[in-house]
């Protein structure tokens, strides 16, 4: 099996695990799941931060999901390792470390300062 096989493979693991975990956050909570436990009427405030808290994991994880989608499309297309936003090749300790990134660490960097 090629190092690109193995990458693929850990890549598609990866991205079940992770669209398995973003269906189990964004299902809607099982009826009367949350009644009970002396829970006052008005008492939203817990539950309104836990709901904002499940949103931005669930977000991050449909991030994760993008960046996996797109190294299996680089892995396909053999652009794979090379920076989406440069074209520079990516430093083999950064895509050991991070193998569903696209960009160089450069770039990466200069993403999350615009976001
Ligand atoms: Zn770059």
Redesign the pocket.
Known sequence: MSGTDRIRKELKRRRGDLAAELSRLTEPPAEGASVGFGKRVGDGTTEAVERLATTATARSIASSLRDIDRAIAKLDDGSYGS??????E?AAPRLAALPATS??????S?QSVSN
């Open positions: 920076c989406d936003a440069c074209g520079t990516i960009l160089c660490i450069e770039c990466a200069a």
